[in-house]
């Protein structure tokens, strides 16, 4: 749970930091894989994926989220030797260089890898399938570490095979809620919750979920929004290539502040340490938005 703490707003506890809420943080996305929908192959290589990375913390990443398995939809698990293999080369220089200057985030669902990540510090496992396996949340609760609990429908391979929902708000809502209470049973010290753009929902469940993430603050924990680049973009702005998908994700991400979502989760973190500063001065000391 997120505590009241003085003039500088909620506070997140990352392992030894802490992370003001009271400005919107930015968690940039650096993908050590082949088969990323919007960056496949680019950073697959340690030395690129670490150049990315630094260069992503010059922009003014408050978190990087390092993966290594792609969850697109149509992708398939890989093992976690070989996610490791492409894991460990990133994130221990990292740790040891720039451990300092930021909080490392590891996009994983194997409790094995996340068992290695935080064996070395890593104070935040980000898990897309919202911790659904015990081992997983008994290894970060072990650690009494913290998560992200992503919502999604099914599994990357099939979810995007007509999913439907009754009420894909409150469907969300209270599925997060139960696997947040779940964790704090296994011991993780902090959750975060995001309820998982593009994973097993269509067009309007995406928009639904975007445009009531208010909705979620109920719930007492943070709020993540991952909109960066996604297929949902492309289809309202009519741009098949991930790369073309800025200006929608611009949007996406100054409305999703708006509806107070406290991180975002994106590939372009300049564009979306601009769109902080200019929400946040739109937003005004009184804190009113509105479309
Ligand atoms: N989206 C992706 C991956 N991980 N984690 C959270 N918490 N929220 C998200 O919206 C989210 C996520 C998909 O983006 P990306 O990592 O760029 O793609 P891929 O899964 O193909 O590597």
């Known amino acids: 749970m997120i505590a009241p703490h003085g003039d500088a707003g909620p506070i997140l506890h990352l392992g030894g930091k802490f992370l003001s809420l009271a400005r919107p943080l930015i968690m940039g996305v650096v993908n050590i894989t082949p088969d990323s929908f919007s960056d496949g192959g680019r950073f697959f290589e340690p030395a690129a994926a670490l150049q990315h990375a630094?260069?992503?913390?010059?922009?003014?990443?408050?978190?990087?989220?390092?993966?290594?398995?792609?969850?697109?939809?149509?992708?398939?698990?890989i093992t976690a030797e070989e996610e490791l293999r492409r894991l460990l080369p990133v994130l221990e220089p990292l740790l040891e260089k720039e451990g300092g200057r930021t909080v490392l985030s590891v996009d994983t669902s194997s409790p094995e890898v996340a068992e290695a990540a935080l064996r070395r510090g890593v104070p935040l496992i980000n898990d897309v399938r919202g911790l659904r396996d015990p081992d997983l949340r008994d290894v970060i609760g072990g650690f009494k570490a913290a998560a992200l609990i992503m919502h999604?429908?099914?599994?990357?391979?099939?979810?995007?095979?007509d999913p439907r929902y009754g009420d894909v708000v409150g469907e969300v809502k209270a599925h997060l809620a139960r696997q947040a209470e779940r964790a704090a049973a296994s011991g993780v010290r902090e959750v975060i919750i995001d309820p998982g753009i593009g994973f097993g929902k269509t067009l309007a469940h995406n928009l639904a979920l975007i445009r009531n993430l208010s909705d979620f603050r109920d719930l007492g924990h943070p709020v993540c929004l991952g909109v960066s680049r996604?297929?949902?973009?492309?289809?309202?702005?009519?741009?098949?290539?991930?790369?073309?998908?800025?200006?929608?994700?611009?949007?996406?991400?100054?409305?999703?502040?708006?509806a107070g979502a406290d991180i975002l989760r994106v590939h372009d973190v300049q564009a979306a340490v601009r769109t902080?500063?200019?929400?946040?001065?739109?937003r005004g000391p009184e804190g009113k938005i509105s479309f």
């Open 152 to 161: 999604m429908r099914g599994e990357p391979d099939t979810m995007q095979d």
């Open 230 to 258: 996604k297929a949902f973009i492309g289809e309202i702005t009519g741009a098949p290539d991930a790369r073309d998908r800025l200006e929608g994700t611009i949007v996406a991400n100054a409305f999703g502040l708006g």
């Open 276 to 282: 902080v500063k200019m929400v946040e001065a739109l």
């Open 54 to 77: 630094r260069r992503l913390l010059d922009k003014g990443a408050d978190i990087l989220d390092l993966g290594a398995e792609s969850a697109r939809p149509g992708s398939a698990r």
